[in-house]
């Protein structure tokens, strides 16, 4: 190979937690494991909240369960009918939001999934908002649950 036609490969995507540098126009190994292997797929008998959210633009759908003890989400689960980039978002929200008080969860935002995936083609954001939407929505039907019980 020569030093010519190396210019022209691609860049290693950027460590977990950094920003990108640069358009990506591809999926990572990250997105692709969370893609091919999503953590917290399922649902939750009784869950102490739950949301369903859609993007009417491109189809997909996000389902998420959580179950909260002491008001810490010690169980998450998410449902998704969508691309690539969604399921492996909404997979990240899970794992960011699990053991985190409600407060803390609802400051996740779409900026900390995107860097924790390593990036996402800039076409496919939209993708990232469905889980942390998701996971708002829960939590505050799991708060306004609480609220009426209380």
């Known amino acids: 190979m020569t030093e010519e036609s190396s210019k022209d490969l691609p860049e290693k995507p950027p460590a977990p937690g950094s920003p990108p540098a640069g358009p990506i126009l591809f999926y990572n190994e990250i997105v692709i494991a969370h893609f091919t292997n999503p953590r917290n797929v399922g649902e939750l008998e009784n869950p102490d909240g739950e949301a369903v959210v859609g993007d009417p633009t491109c189809?997909?759908?996000?389902?998420?369960?959580?179950?909260?003890?002491?008001?810490?989400?010690?169980?998450?689960?998410?449902?998704s009918y969508g691309c690539p980039g969604a399921i492996a978002t909404s997979s990240m929200v899970t794992e960011l939001a699990k053991g985190k008080s409600t407060d803390e969860a609802l400051m996740i935002t779409d900026d900390?999934?995107?860097?924790?995936?390593?990036?996402?083609?800039e076409r496919k954001k939209h993708c990232s908002l469905l889980g942390i939407k998701a996971l708002q929505e829960a939590i505050n039907d799991y708060l306004r649950k609480a609220k009426d019980l209380g």
């Open 59 to 79: 189809g997909d759908q996000m389902k998420v369960h959580i179950r909260v003890d002491s008001n810490i989400i010690v169980d998450i689960k998410f449902k």
């Open 112 to 121: 900390d999934v995107v860097l924790s995936v390593g990036g996402i083609p």
